[in-house]
Nanobody
């Protein structure tokens, strides 16, 4: 059973930074797409950043230049470094892993940016 656990969310002032972590068990190996999504109140879930094994990293236009997705295989963890946070970044952030038709989600971590 694959399990994803996000952490690192919290309350931060506009302009601040947070680093989200997504710890995967039993292993991150084998997943070819790793991503972070977010969902703000009253809005649909949207993709924030994606990392393709052996391929590029992609970012939503609204976070380009501010957020960075990365992974650490030895730690079975996917990260999202978020800098220059804005109030509109307030949302629940979810980790997502995909391999073929298989897809897994974490429970989400709340990020609140005060202006």
């Amino acid at each position: 059973q694959v399990r994803l656990v996000e952490s690192g969310g919290g309350l931060v002032q506009a302009g601040g930074s947070l680093r989200l972590s997504c710890e995967v068990s039993p292993s991150i190996a084998g997943f070819n797409v790793m991503g972070w999504y977010r969902q703000a109140p009253g809005k649909q879930r949207e993709v924030v950043a994606s990392l393709f094994t052996g391929g590029p990293k992609t970012y939503a236009d609204f976070v380009k230049g501010r957020f960075t997705i990365s992974r650490e295989l030895a730690e079975n963890t996917v990260y999202l470094q978020m800098n220059s946070l804005k109030s509109e970044d307030t949302a629940v952030y979810y980790c997502n892993l995909r391999w073929g038709d298989e897809e897994y989600w974490g429970q989400g971590t709340q990020v609140t940016v005060s202006s």
